[in-house]
């Protein structure tokens, strides 16, 4: 009997010992080279090609920033420049900009994605300022 409860711990001691030693030692610390940017969205306007959002700066300041529609098209070995989220319900319309090792990478709308809902809206495209552009920036100050 007593053999027996032997080979037991010794097979639950290897066991538990195991998984500290097959850890691998890392040296230092991985970090991620992404970062973000969010403002609140009050009113996302809709052209023929191009949204205009504007957003909540500090200072209870309004900014606005337009964005093309072609970005949210796939295109083959491309990645989107555009993502537009539903809004998940008790939360306020966002607008997120991404980078990737301080270069613009994506920009990501989370609003309602129902038209009729009040923070959508419609703008002439004579108003728009259509430049061509290869990123934005939120200037929150």
């Known amino acids: 009997m007593n053999f027996k409860k ?10 538990l010992a195991l998984p500290a030693l097959a850890e691998e030692k890392k040296s230092g610390h991985n970090t991620a080279d992404i970062t973000y940017q969010t403002a609140p969205v009050y009113k996302v306007l809709d052209s023929r090609d191009f949204y205009v959002v504007l957003y909540g700066k500090y200072g209870a300041k309004i900014g606005t920033v337009t964005i093309p529609k072609t970005w949210a098209n796939w295109k083959k070995d491309t990645p989107r420049k555009l993502s537009i989220r539903d809004l998940p319900a008790k939360m ?21 994605v129902d038209h009729t809902n009040k923070i959508w809206g419609v703008i002439n495209d004579t108003k728009v300022d ?12």
Do not use: W
């Not at 966002?94 to 309602?112: C, E, Q, R, S």
């Open 6 to 15: 032997g080979i037991l711990f010794t097979a639950i001691c290897v066991m």
């Open 92 to 112: 306020n319309p966002f607008i997120t900009i991404v980078k990737k090792d301080n270069a613009f990478h994506k920009v990501i709308l989370t609003v309602p």
């Open 130 to 141: 259509k430049s061509e552009k290869d990123s934005i920036e939120l200037e929150l100050r």
